[in-house]
């Protein structure tokens, strides 16, 4: 066994729960198996804060303004969206 292996392996054991996550997120069924809500996470997650307390408030925030409301259904209406009016969001322009 890889001496990486061994070192995710010890982590994973300590941490409940984060490989049926893992595997969750990796079959697309995070956030309801929502496309929309998986890119603004991935963005949201990019720029390194903490995930339970800063990312899954806004990408929850996200959907309710803006996905719950039918405003913005695909990646298309995505790409489309005013980026001024989704910076009420979340401002951090690099994600």
């Known amino acids: 066994m890889s001496l990486l292996k061994r070192v995710v392996d010890s982590y994973m054991h300590k941490v409940s729960g984060i490989a049926e996550h893992c595997d969750r997120c990796l079959r697309s069924e995070r956030w309801d198996g929502k496309v929309v809500l998986m890119v603004v996470d991935a963005a949201f997650t990019s720029i390194g804060l903490n995930y339970f307390t800063v990312v899954v408030p806004k990408v929850e925030e996200f ?9 913005i259904r695909d ?12 910076r009420n969001v979340w401002r951090n322009q690099r994600s």
């Open 75 to 86: 990646l298309e209406d995505l790409a489309k969206a005013d980026i001024d009016e989704l």
């Open 63 to 71: 959907n309710e303004k803006f996905v719950e409301n039918g405003r």
